[in-house]
């Protein structure tokens, strides 16, 4: 028997979970919505592997005709009721609920998150743990996700006991630092394939390229930042996602200068530092435009670089594919690029 699975994912890149899906043979996708992609998961498939995917749920009910009315509140404590909670995972210490909806209605979140969250704990007899007044249920309570779009309700139980997203391997941070999920998305469009050398010039925590070694476990991972404290955070969780052994090299650098050779690299990751949350510091300081002069030189004739750009496609380049993506309020675009024939004036 199949199990109906959801893969939960940032806006924008959708497509791409359901891509890894398939070239994983996880399973048959059924059905692309916001955030979502609805599939058959294959016998026996490792679900918690999907690195694009932010979290993986069990569907446990799809419930129609959903309105923008208060009545939609009952009718998805009716469709919890039905549910057999206790026979669908472990319990642990309670039942936690997390609810979204798209568009407006005439309810709240946690009107959803109370009227299901009781239903699903009450044959259990486990206490419901509910987030409003922004409680923390506790980490081991089982997590129940609702969403609804158009009027297609979804109620699903997350598979692991924590989501996706939340790797393990991130064992120190920085502000900034990328979601890893779109950095998987970043290094699966770059088509790392027989890539020898991957280079991130403003690598932060390391995100892109560890994620990088996940797809191309041969290919040569150099990673350069500006903040000795970047590069510390990327050192521990290269060591802590991969182990001592792996090909990464970090080292101190400014992106307007990369001490690497002119078209060495067959492959950039770059997420640059962007706004005010991660300005960006020395050469980079007026503009991004040292970086990608030096992208330009570093990259192989038949080279990709895949950024994540806020402010439009660098010069210089031209734009493979481009993937707009909704991150903390943003919408950057994922952009996969080639060099331009020809020399850049200044
Ligand atoms: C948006 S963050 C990158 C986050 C990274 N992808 C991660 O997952 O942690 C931008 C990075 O650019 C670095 N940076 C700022 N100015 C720089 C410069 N001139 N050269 C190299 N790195 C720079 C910052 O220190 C920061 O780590």
């Known amino acids: 028997m199949h199990t109906f699975a959801v893969a939960r994912a940032v806006h924008g890149i959708e497509p791409l979970v359901a891509t890894e899906i398939r070239r994983s043979r996880l399973g048959v996708v059924r059905g692309v919505r916001h955030r979502e992609v609805w599939f058959e998961a294959a016998p026996g498939a490792d679900l918690l ?11 446990a009910a799809v419930v129609d005709g959903i309105g923008h009315g208060r009545s939609a509140l009952r009718r998805l404590a009716l469709a919890a009721r039905s549910l057999n909670a206790g026979g669908l995972g472990c319990p642990g ?3 936690e609920v997390s609810a979204s909806f798209v568009g407006r209605r005439n309810y709240t979140r946690f009107e959803i998150e109370d009227a299901v969250g009781a239903e699903l704990a009450r044959p259990l007899r486990l206490p419901y743990h509910s987030r409003r007044d922004g409680a923390r249920p506790p980490r081991d309570a089982m997590s129940w996700r609702v969403t609804i779009e158009g009027d297609r309700a979804l109620i699903a139980l997350r598979l692991a006991d924590r989501p996706l997203h939340r790797r393990a391997y991130k064992t120190d941070s920085i502000r900034g630092t ?9 290094a699966a469009l770059a088509r790392l394939g027989e890539a020898g050398t991957v280079l991130d010039p403003c690598c932060g925590a390391g995100t892109t390229l560890i ?13 350069f930042d500006h903040d000795p404290g970047a590069l510390r955070a990327a050192a521990a969780n290269a060591r802590a996602g991969v ?95 080639r060099k331009e024939a020809g020399r850049l004036r200044r």
């Open 49 to 59: 592997a999907l690195r694009t995917a932010d979290d993986v749920l069990l569907a």
């Open 93 to 95: 210490s309670g039942v």
């Open 243 to 337: 182990g001592d052994g792996a090909p990464f090299g970090w080292g101190l650098a400014d992106g307007g200068r990369i001490p690497v050779a002119d078209a060495s690299v067959d492959r950039v990751l770059v997420n640059p530092p962007w706004g005010r949350q991660v300005p960006p510091r020395g050469l980079l300081a007026r503009d991004l435009g040292p970086l990608w002069r030096e992208v330009r030189r570093v990259l192989a004739g038949d080279g990709l670089a895949v950024a994540l750009v806020h402010d439009g496609i660098p010069r210089g380049f031209a734009v493979e594919e481009a993937v707009r993506v909704s991150l903390s309020g943003q919408h950057p675009v994922i952009a996969v690029l």
């Open 211 to 223: 994620e990088a070694h996940a797809l191309a476990p041969g290919a040569r991972l150099l990673g």
């Open 178 to 186: 990328l979601h890893p999920p779109v950095a998987a998305a970043m």
